[in-house]
């Protein structure tokens, strides 16, 4: 098992590389090279820019009972089918029974903002909310239960 991260704009890797060293996980950041990340206890890969550059070689990487953490719900819905677990940044672990709900609302927003730029009536869909540590704690807290369920028995 591996931690493979969509690290581009990921807020909690300082939480992650932690949780990780704890269980002696071998742990992967990936992202572009709009980015530079180097952290202690992690192996980076960067990979050229591009729309879902990233995404596609964390797909090409994945084994069954990897972990991946990722705020995007297509990449969730890949790594799923390549029987790896999902996480996002706020502890929400992607699922079969929650992905389709879920890249349903991704496509509907993009629908009304799609929409809107036709409109003289400007539609706004709010933004997440600010992060706080209550988001922190309850990544932690699933991100290391998510793990347990996952280390071999």
Do not use: W
């Amino acid at each position: 098992m591996r931690i493979i991260v969509d690290a581009d704009a990921c807020p909690v890797l300082d939480n992650i590389v932690k949780i990780s060293s704890k269980y002696n996980l071998e742990l992967i950041l990936v992202c572009d090279s709009a980015h530079y990340i180097n952290l202690e206890g992690a192996t980076t890969i960067t990979v050229s820019q591009g729309v879902d550059s990233a995404d596609f070689k964390i797909v090409n990487m994945l084994n069954k009972g990897d972990i991946v953490v990722t705020q995007d719900y297509g990449l969730a819905a890949l790594a799923i089918a390549r029987n790896a677990k999902a996480i996002n940044q706020n502890g929400m672990i992607y699922s079969e029974t929650n992905i389709d709900s879920l890249l349903m609302s991704r496509h509907m927003a993009k629908k009304i903002r799609s929409a809107s730029k036709r409109s003289p009536i400007k539609t706004r869909l709010k933004g997440p909310a600010k992060r706080t540590k209550e988001h922190d704690f309850a990544f932690d807290k699933a991100f290391e239960e998510l793990i347990l369920e996952c280390l071999p028995k």
